[in-house]
């Protein structure tokens, strides 16, 4: 089991910044990866960032240059900075971590309860 616990969300102006926090705990292996999707009402959820093992990332076209993603390997923790936030960034945001089980040595995806970020205009 993977436990994922995010925090960061809130309601900002547009144009301010916000930082989410996911930090991941359990019994697995090691993190494959990490990464933040969103979901914003009537619509899909979609991949906002995210970060691999090696240290890679990739990013919607819709953040980039304004998102960053990063992480702290000992804490087992993924962060998502938002600068320049938009009222289209409204969603809810979702922690997404792709471990290796350590009770099946199995691939294992789990979600966090997501976490909710306003961007007033």
């Known amino acids: 089991q993977v436990q994922l616990v995010e925090s960061g969300g809130g309601l900002v102006q547009a144009g301010g910044s916000l930082r989410l926090s996911c930090a991941a705990s359990?019994?697995?292996?090691?993190?494959?990866?990490m990464g933040w999707y969103r979901q914003a009402p009537g619509k899909q959820r979609e991949l906002v960032a995210r970060?691999?093992?090696?240290?890679?990332?990739n990013y919607a076209d819709s953040v980039k240059g304004r998102f960053t993603i990063s992480r702290d390997n000992a804490k087992n923790t993924v962060y998502l900075q938002m600068n320049s936030l938009k009222p289209e960034d409204t969603a809810v945001y979702y922690c997404?971590?792709?471990?290796?089980?350590?009770?099946?040595?199995?691939?294992?995806?789990?979600w966090g309860q997501g976490t909710q970020v306003t961007v007033s205009s």
């Open positions: 970060i691999i093992r090696d240290g890679s990332t």
């Open positions: 359990g019994t697995f292996v090691r993190i494959n990866a």
């Open positions: 997404n971590a792709d471990v290796l089980s350590a009770v099946t040595y199995r691939e294992l995806v789990s």
